[in-house]
């Protein structure tokens, strides 16, 4: 019954790889997000979708792309890795206008 | 801007003892809302506790509760009867008003000792 869940946990690329994150909630929330914390313990947004519909993207460079297949669902691909991708990236969900977001165990990403 | 900040990087606590993390917020926005997570070695993101901007009361979730002082534009985090397991990165965040996006202080890290 797990409410917010990401695949994969680790993820260890080489430099110029593309890889996928997935995030999958079953709260019922209409609204999720991602979220990069770096290796200072910095959280900020990247991305927002309510409803499948983008509402927040913040200054993250477009080798980011979400895509929201249905409001349960929110995926995160990466073109080109780079070195400074390395961070955990966590998804959130929450109902929109109340608020309070619940996270998943967060991915970690490395690249070598 | 919205911005919130933890000045405290660490702590230390006595088991069974009450603890205090502070946090400021600056927004000039009347309507917003102060969140409180934790995040344990295991890297998890908790949820543990929300305070409206007009909420008359401040909240309270067990054995946490926050210190809401509105004039003074602080929501600091008390906890009390620490145990072992409340030893993590705390992080106190923000939301402001027409927008889902959470602003997070950079953390204090709690550590709890028999």
């Known amino acids: ?112 | 801007a919205q911005k919130i900040t933890q000045t405290q990087p660490g702590m230390f606590v006595q088991e069974k003892e009450a603890v205090t993390l502070d946090c400021t917020y600056d927004t000039s926005d009347p309507s917003y809302g102060l969140f409180w997570y934790k995040q344990p070695s295991s890297g998890e993101m908790i949820f543990l506790i929300y305070q409206g901007s007009y909420d008359q009361q401040n909240a309270t979730e067990g054995r946490y509760s926050l210190n809401f002082q509105k004039a003074r534009k602080s929501a600091n985090l008390v906890i009390s009867a620490s145990q072992l397991g409340d030893s993590a990165m705390y992080f106190c965040a923000m939301r402001g008003p027409n927008t889902d996006k959470l602003i997070f202080g950079t953390g204090t890290r709690l550590q709890v000792f028999p």
Request: aromatic share 10%; proline share 4%.
């Open chain 1, 1 to 112: 019954d797990t409410a917010v869940s990401q695949t994969p946990k680790y993820l260890v690329t080489q430099m110029g790889n593309d890889k996928s994150i997935k995030c999958e909630q079953n709260l019922g929330h209409d609204t999720m997000y991602w979220y990069k914390q770096d290796s200072k313990k910095f959280l900020k947004i990247m991305f927002s979708y309510n409803n499948k519909e983008l509402i927040i993207n913040e200054t993250v460079p477009n080798r980011f792309s979400p895509k929201s297949p249905d409001k349960a669902h929110l995926n995160l691909h990466i073109n080109s890795l780079e070195l400074g991708d390395s961070a955990v990236y966590f998804c959130a969900s929450s109902l929109r206008d109340l608020g309070t977001q619940y996270f998943g165990p967060g991915t970690r990403l490395l690249v070598l």
